[in-house]
């Protein structure tokens, strides 16, 4: 998630960042605006993180 390929290290204060809970108010996933107004989307789960494009 970090790195200067990475959207993470790359925010710019123009740019969106959204977190979404579970329905028990636990952090789940992160999503970011990247070029070409694509989402890059951060999600967690028990045991396991992913980080997808789109």
């Given at each position: 998630?970090?790195?200067n390929?990475?959207?993470l290290?790359?925010?710019?204060?123009?740019?969106?960042?959204?977190?979404e809970?579970?329905?028990h108010?636990?952090?789940?996933?992160?999503?970011?605006?990247i070029?070409?107004?694509?989402?890059?989307?951060f999600?967690w789960?028990?045991?396991?993180?992913?980080?997808?494009?789109?």
């Amino acid at each position: 998630m970090k790195g200067n390929d990475k959207p993470l290290s790359n925010m710019q204060a123009v740019q969106e960042a959204r977190i979404e809970r579970d329905a028990h108010g636990t952090s789940n996933t992160l999503s970011v605006t990247i070029a070409g107004n694509r989402l890059a989307l951060f999600r967690w789960q028990a045991g396991n993180s992913g980080h997808h494009e789109r």
